[in-house]
């Protein structure tokens, strides 16, 4: 069977191991837009999880081994991902002016890290308080009637949902090996809403809900969307690894709806880490040095503060955020 990519304005149904062409301009994307044949009703998360798992395995190897192919004849995508033409446009959400995680002044070395120390603590914000729900209107037979507001996490005094990193380390540990992320749309939202990685990852879009969504994946300070995925009716698995091209914070935004929001905040070191819904938070490995650490919320303003780290020793940072 010969692997089918897409023509131009579309996509394919099933798979499109080659470059997609939109406006005749060449992107690098790699589309999965699976239709079950039996009633999504039959299956369960976790067979939907571990499908997504595989089949993404292959499909990130095929980006990898792609070398070129011609246009084709196949139909036109029901879901699809894109990035943005010539021009640099695609209709929808416009990205946040706000530069969260600056660009890198030198490349990250690799290096050997004996004794390293460790940076501990707990973020706190007793003063942001969840917003009201936000009514879905023509889409509440599907969504609700209301969605409520998760971008405020709290397990006793601390804050889920910030990340918190180690500002422009160039010297340490490896890149973890395991750079796939999921993120679902899970009763009209989108989950995880905030995720850690590191450059040169992919993430699934995973969707089984009748709801279309035309997402948009938004750094601040650049003119256009790193990539735009567009979801159908059918259960699908989209993975991308247009998001992750170099550092940034990047906001997931739906130019149909005003409420499906995620954050995938991308290094290119590991020293970061999101807290727990307690707030609390861990980044190991680190070379002894003295650093910055900052914080991020997306309801809150940014935070930094200097860090000491000796080695094979612990420092420990608590840190109250205050609403923007």
């Known amino acids: 069977m010969t692997s089918p990519t897409s023509h131009t304005g579309g996509g394919?149904?099933?798979?499109?191991?080659?470059?997609?062409?939109?406006?005749?301009?060449?992107?690098?994307?790699?589309?999965?837009?699976?239709?079950?044949?039996?009633?999504t009703t039959f299956l369960t998360l976790a067979l939907r999880?571990?499908?997504?798992?595989?089949?993404?395995?292959?499909?990130?190897?095929?980006?990898?081994?792609?070398?070129?192919?011609?246009?084709?004849?196949?139909?036109?995508?029901?879901?699809?991902?894109?990035?943005?033409?010539?021009?640099g446009r695609i209709d929808g959400p416009t990205p946040p002016r706000e530069v969260v995680i600056a660009a890198p002044s030198a490349r990250y070395v690799v290096d050997s890290v004996t004794a390293g120390g460790s940076v501990t603590g707990t973020i706190t914000a007793p003063a942001l308080q969840p917003a009201d729900p936000v009514s879905t209107g023509r889409d509440s037979a599907t969504c609700g009637a209301a969605i409520p507001d998760e971008s405020v996490i709290r397990q006793g005094s601390g804050l889920g949902g910030a990340v918190v990193w180690l500002d422009d380390i160039r010297r340490g540990?490896?890149?973890?090996l395991e750079r796939r992320l999921e993120l679902e749309v899970d009763r009209c939202r989108l989950v995880p809403r905030v995720q850690g990685a590191v450059v040169g990852s992919a993430v699934n879009v995973l969707a089984h809900v009748a709801?279309?969504?035309?997402?948009?994946?938004?750094?601040?300070?650049?003119?256009?969307?790193?990539?735009?995925?567009?979801?159908?009716?059918?259960?699908?698995?989209?993975?991308?690894?247009?998001?992750?091209?170099?550092p940034g914070l990047v906001v997931v935004k739906d130019a149909d709806h005003s409420w499906p929001t995620a954050y995938l905040a991308?290094?290119?070191?590991?020293y970061f880490a999101v807290t727990a819904p307690n707030g609390s938070f861990t980044i190991d490995g680190v070379p002894a040095g003295h650093y910055t650490l900052k914080?991020?919320?997306?309801?809150?303003?940014?935070?930094?503060?200097?860090?000491?780290?000796?080695?094979?020793?612990?420092?420990?940072?608590?840190?109250?955020?205050?609403?923007?």
């Open 12 to 39: 394919t149904d099933w798979l499109a191991p080659c470059p997609f062409r939109f406006d005749d301009q060449p992107i690098s994307a790699l589309v999965i837009a699976g239709r079950p044949q039996t009633s």
């Open 49 to 87: 999880r571990a499908i997504a798992r595989h089949v993404s395995i292959a499909a990130l190897a095929t980006i990898a081994l792609s070398a070129g192919c011609g246009a084709t004849d196949a139909p036109p995508a029901t879901a699809r991902a894109e990035s943005p033409n010539a021009a």
């Open 173 to 176: 540990k490896g890149l973890p």
């Open 211 to 246: 709801f279309r969504q035309h997402l948009h994946f938004l750094a601040g300070g650049e003119e256009g969307p790193r990539a735009s995925v567009l979801l159908g009716l059918d259960e699908q698995v989209i993975p991308t690894n247009l998001p992750f091209a170099k």
């Open 266 to 270: 991308v290094f290119d070191h590991p």
């Open 295 to 324: 914080v991020w919320h997306e309801r809150a303003k940014m935070v930094q503060q200097p860090v000491d780290v000796s080695a094979g020793a612990t420092s420990t940072a608590t840190i109250t955020l205050q609403p923007r």
